[in-house]
């Protein structure tokens, strides 16, 4: 089945960088449309970057040009880069194959000096 397991968060300053990595099992990556999304305290789940299988990366307005979604087919993994990092990026980040329901532990950012 669909596993997920989310790393790479952690406490960084305002204009820093993390790399978030996501390790699937039970499918491969490489034939899956892959996603970022996050969910902030208080707020719901939203959207954050899109790797489709075919056609072009996506990203919601509030990250596009400061994030970057990768996949690493031979380590079966999802990379989100985080660049610029404001405090409104602060949530627990979570990646998702699109066509299933399942969902890994997430991994806590906060950007806070």
């Known amino acids: 089945q669909v596993q997920l397991v989310e790393s790479g968060g952690g406490l960084v300053q305002p204009g820093g960088s993390l790399r978030l990595s996501c390790v699937a099992s039970?499918?491969?990556?490489?034939?899956?449309?892959m996603g970022w999304y996050r969910q902030a305290p208080g707020a719901q789940r939203e959207w954050v970057a899109t790797f489709p299988r075919f056609g072009r990366n996506n990203y919601a307005d509030s990250v596009r040009g400061r994030f970057t979604i990768s996949i690493d087919n031979a380590k079966n993994t999802v990379y989100l880069q985080m660049n610029s990092l404001k405090p409104e990026d602060t949530a627990v980040y979570y990646c998702?194959?699109?066509?299933?329901?399942?969902w890994g532990q997430g991994t806590q950012v906060t950007v806070s000096s």
């Open positions: 039970g499918f491969s990556v490489s034939i899956a449309d």
């Open positions: 998702k194959r699109l066509d299933s329901p399942a």
